[in-house]
């Protein structure tokens, strides 16, 4: 919607694992080369954690575009499965069997033994060819305890000097508690390697606004100001998903604000001279960002917010101009609850609404916006 507007060649906040935009702060380089370490080394466990939304799978996925052509992956993006279906999960995704042979039934009826060897006779293929084996487990903080002690057993497979196959569990915070249960003392004295990413300092989440805009394409034609930018890391602690939700709205605020004037808590002044496109032909400079609190009737409100303005006292200003009482807003916001439809529109004096479900991420982001009780 406001790419072509920006001059972005894609959304620059989208939600999924890009690795092209991994920002590598101060938490997430470390992590980065001890991961490189551990597969060039073959340090057998490894452990990564981190809060929801630091950007584990992204992470992820930026080690497995780096990694080399003697290497084989495999990563596991499901946790819910039995032990069975993650050995042949493992063994499709090293291309020892393909998805076609699995869904024709080939290894219907293979117990798990003979799914273990088959896996140790590839594994062995490896060292004739001086190359090696890395398995990525994502939300490993669900797996059952059976299945972590089936990996468990899969790291027994090695040689005399090596590891034959390296692995690495990512997941929430709560995986470190998982590990330190008794039943898998023995899994968590393997573990040679633990990192636990943290969000992004106030500069760091700066430079990764910066850099995502700079990725897609857009740095030369939007910036946010140092105030928005400040609010940005208040409001989301440092989280990169928080980040990217929060960031998008105000991007899609600005575009649907462009058509007629430049809102109030625009730094620029006047009216902004377009191309017959409706495209910029000067720099944007995002100053304000919406305001997202608890659903208003039939519609989540997205307001600018003049700079240095606080957004509690932007929104009961807003409330008294309504000359609606607090019951009647209560009332009003219960209705609203059921309204179902995902649709931007229009509100008034160019404000952008959306409907809660549209909205419901961002809603989660601000929950520190006061509202009125």
Same mark, same amino acid.
């Given at each position: ?5 920006? #001059? ?13 935009? &991994? ?31 630091? +950007? ?7 080690i ?15 946790p ?5 279906? =993650?050995?042949r ?17 080939? =290894?219907? #009826? ?20 001086r ?10 903080q669900? &797996? ?15 040689t ?17 508690? =998982? ?33 995502r ?15 928005? &930018?400040a ?10 998903? =928080? ?21 109030? +808590?625009?730094s620029?002044? +006047? ?6 496109s ?13 305001i ?19 957004p ?43 409907d ?10 601000? +929950? ?6």
């Amino acid at each position: 919607m406001y790419e072509e507007y920006y #001059g972005f060649t894609e959304k620059p906040f989208s939600l999924t694992p890009d690795p092209k935009y &991994l920002y590598k702060s101060a938490s997430h380089a470390n992590a980065f080369e001890l991961l490189q370490y551990a597969i060039r080394r073959r340090e057998g466990f490894v452990v990564i954690t981190g809060d929801i939304g630091t +950007g584990k799978t992204t992470l992820c996925r930026a080690i497995l575009e780096q990694i080399d052509r003697k290497t084989f992956t495999a990563l596991v993006l499901n946790p819910f499965l039995s032990e069975d279906d =993650l050995l042949r999960l493992i063994l499709q995704e090293f291309g020892v069997v393909s998805r076609d042979e699995i869904k024709r039934g080939r =290894l219907v #009826g293979v117990s798990k033994q003979e799914l273990i060897e088959t896996l140790n006779e590839f594994l062995l293929s490896l060292q004739t060819l001086r190359a090696q084996a890395l398995l990525i487990i994502d939300e490993a903080q669900n &797996l059952p305890l059976q299945v972590l002690e089936q990996i468990r057993i899969l790291s027994n497979l090695e040689t005399e000097k090596d590891k034959l196959l390296q692995i690495v569990l990512v997941g929430q915070s709560n995986l470190k508690d =998982l590990l330190r249960k008794p039943e898998l003392r023995q899994l968590d004295q393997r573990v040679s390697i633990r990192y636990d990413l943290k969000p992004l300092s106030q500069d760091e989440t700066s430079a990764y606004v910066h850099h995502r805009l700079s990725v897609a394409g857009g740095g030369a034609a939007v910036s946010f100001a140092p105030k928005s &930018l400040a609010r940005i890391h208040r409001y989301t602690a440092g989280i990169p998903r =928080l980040i990217n939700l929060l960031c998008d709205r105000a991007l899609l605020s600005g575009y649907s604000a462009h058509t007629k004037s430049t809102p109030a +808590g625009w730094s620029g002044r +006047g009216r902004q001279r377009t191309t017959s496109s409706g495209r910029p032909t000067t720099r944007h400079r995002i100053n304000w960002l919406p305001i997202i609190s608890e659903p208003y009737p039939r519609c989540l409100a997205t307001r600018a917010v003049a700079r240095g303005a606080a957004p509690h006292r932007a929104h009961r200003s807003r409330g008294r101009r309504a000359g609606g009482t607090r019951l009647q807003i209560r009332q009003a916001e219960g209705r609203a609850r059921g309204a179902e439809g995902c649709r931007a529109r229009s509100g008034p004096g160019g404000a952008l609404c959306l409907d809660a479900d549209s909205a419901v991420g961002s809603q989660s982001v601000a +929950g520190q916006t006061r509202t009125d009780r």
